[in-house]
């Protein structure tokens, strides 16, 4: 009995703590819709937007080395990383083939030689007896031919022998430009055959200038039009942390294509500050300055609205009323979080992050993305129509007394 009674005790100890902890003060007061901020001060700061992108890092100059003649390999000197100068040996086919059919070019010129000089002795003696009208005309022409057809033999003879030595010079492959070696899928002693044979003939290795490389990146199509060549490039390198480089915008692209079902334009960025610990293949994340403003007003993403194409935000019309009025503003350059505001309000004023309780008949939409219309970067005037009560709306760059204080904003790198 007395088990069964503390056995109960403990029972309705536990049950009443637990009643107690789940309607404490503490617990109902953490609720983190009711704790999320509803409103925003107009505030000075620095605003700066970046187009950003990734691609992979690759040499400028790339080149897959194939010998133009069939043979064997008989000589190569180098392997995978090595660095190779100019007109270093890469490979050397075996040419003993060729140099057989060399020297029976050249003993077929020195033959075609010997049968030119007689018929050219032959020819000048005829010639000579036909000037003195004591041999036919038939027999003179006979011999000027002969000494005709012996000139084009030996020139035939000797083009033949240039053609040899031009495929014995082309068994050795020099390196093009200082390089390092980047594949090598043949052996010495392999067979491989020409350029001019099947498949393009066979790949001997791949060379690269690592001195000089670039990145190829994929630029989204609502982006592109904010890049032009020239423009200065902030580079970071995944595979190694906290590497900073700088680069350059080198080409864009005339034509989109589609990559990873994102349509885009390819573009080309000169890397200006290598750091020897970057690979080919590599994945680069690029920040492409585009503009920024200092010390301008701005407002959160979430206090602008957009309704038929005008932008306008909640503002607060009195700092003891809770009420709010819509005032159309004009909107400048925008980042991923902030707005700058142009025109429309002033500094301190306070904004609404959701739509007020009185104006939610309307069919605005705030925020960026789905209900902020305007894309990042740079903003767009809004109509200066506005409702009853609201302040004047915006005006025309240089017309109102409030653009004469506006801060200078500029485009990056201009």
Same mark, same amino acid.
């Given at each position: *009995?007395?088990?069964?009674?503390?056995?109960?005790?403990?029972?309705?100890?536990?049950?009443?703590?637990?009643?107690?902890?789940?309607?404490?003060?503490?617990?109902?007061?953490?609720?983190?819709?009711?704790?999320?901020?509803?409103?925003?001060?107009?505030?000075?700061?620095?605003?700066?937007?970046?187009?950003?992108?990734?691609?992979?890092?690759?040499?400028?100059?790339?080149?897959?080395?194939?010998?133009?003649?069939?043979?064997?390999?008989?000589?190569?000197?180098?392997?995978?990383?090595?660095?190779?100068?100019?007109?270093? @040996?890469?490979?050397?086919?075996?040419?003993?083939?060729?140099?057989?059919?060399?020297?029976?070019? *050249?003993?077929?010129?020195?033959?075609?030689?010997?049968?030119?000089?007689?018929?050219?002795?032959? !020819?000048?003696?005829?010639?000579?007896? $036909?000037?003195?009208?004591?041999?036919s005309a038939e027999v003179y022409e006979d011999a000027k031919t002969e000494y005709d057809l012996n000139t084009n033999l030996l020139e035939r003879t000797q083009s033949a022998l240039k053609l040899v030595e031009d495929q014995i010079s082309k068994t050795k492959i020099l390196a093009p430009f200082d390089c390092t070696v980047l594949?090598?899928?043949?052996? @010495?002693?392999?067979?491989?055959?020409?350029?001019?044979?099947?498949?393009?003939?066979?790949?001997?290795?791949?060379?690269?200038?690592?001195?000089?490389?670039?990145?190829?990146?994929?630029?989204?199509?609502?982006?592109?039009?904010?890049?032009?060549?020239?423009?200065?490039?902030?580079?970071?390198?995944?595979?190694?942390?906290?590497?900073?480089?700088?680069?350059?915008?080198?080409?864009?692209?005339?034509?989109?294509?589609?990559?990873?079902?994102?349509?885009?334009?390819?573009?080309?960025?000169?890397?200006?500050?290598?750091?020897?610990?970057?690979?080919?293949? *590599?994945?680069?994340?690029?920040?492409?300055?585009?503009?920024?403003?200092?010390?301008?007003?701005?407002?959160?993403?979430?206090?602008?609205?957009?309704?038929?194409?005008?932008? !306008?935000? $909640?503002?607060?019309?009195?700092?003891?009323?809770?009420?709010?009025?819509?005032?159309?503003?004009?909107?400048?350059?925008?980042?991923?979080?902030?707005?700058?505001?142009?025109?429309? @309000?002033?500094?301190?004023?306070?904004?609404?992050?959701?739509?007020?309780?009185?104006?939610?008949?309307?069919?605005?939409?705030?925020?960026?993305?789905?209900?902020?219309?305007?894309?990042?970067?740079?903003?767009?005037?809004?109509?200066?129509? /506005?409702?009853?009560?609201?302040?004047? /709306?915006?005006?025309?760059?240089?017309?109102?007394?409030?653009?004469?204080?506006?801060?200078?904003?500029?485009?990056?790198?201009?």
């Open positions: *009995m007395k088990l069964f009674l503390s056995l109960a005790a403990i029972v309705g100890i536990g049950i009443g703590g637990y009643l107690w902890w789940r309607n404490s003060p503490t617990q109902s007061a953490i609720d983190p819709i009711a704790s999320r901020p509803t409103t925003a001060a107009v505030e000075a700061r620095d605003i700066f937007f970046a187009v950003n992108a990734a691609g992979d890092i690759g040499p400028a100059d790339q080149v897959s080395v194939r010998p133009e003649v069939d043979g064997r390999i008989a000589e190569l000197p180098v392997d995978i990383g090595d660095k190779v100068k100019k007109d270093a @040996l890469l490979c050397r086919l075996d040419d003993r083939n060729l140099q057989i059919q060399r020297a029976s070019r *050249m003993q077929e010129i020195d033959g075609a030689k010997l049968n030119l000089q007689k018929a050219s002795r032959n !020819y000048q003696r005829s010639k000579n007896l $036909f000037g003195e009208h004591l041999i594949t090598r899928p043949v052996s @010495l002693g392999q067979t491989v055959s020409g350029a001019a044979g099947f498949n393009s003939g066979t790949e001997v290795m791949t060379i690269a200038n690592l001195n000089d490389m670039i990145i190829n990146a994929h630029i989204n199509q609502a982006d592109v039009t904010r890049l032009t060549t020239g423009q200065s490039v902030d580079i970071q390198v995944e595979s190694v942390p906290g590497l900073k480089m700088k680069g350059t915008m080198e080409r864009i692209a005339p034509q989109a294509v589609i990559k990873n079902g994102i349509k885009g334009f390819g573009a080309r960025v000169a890397i200006t500050e290598i750091d020897p610990r970057i690979r080919p293949g *590599m994945t680069a994340l690029l920040s492409i300055p585009v503009a920024s403003a200092e010390k301008v007003l701005t407002v959160p993403l979430a206090a602008v609205f957009t309704e038929k194409g005008e932008r !306008y935000v $909640f503002a607060k019309a009195d700092e003891k009323d809770e009420k709010f009025e819509r005032r159309p503003v004009l909107i400048g350059i925008t980042d991923y979080s902030f707005a700058e505001v142009q025109d429309g @309000l002033a500094a301190g004023d306070v904004v609404s992050l959701e739509q007020p309780a009185e104006f939610r008949n309307s069919k605005s939409t705030n925020g960026f993305g789905k209900h902020f219309s305007g894309a990042l970067g740079i903003g767009g005037a809004a109509p200066s129509s /506005g409702t009853a009560g609201a302040p004047k /709306g915006p005006t025309k760059a240089g017309n109102s007394a409030a653009e004469t204080e506006r801060p200078q904003r500029k485009a990056v790198g201009s």
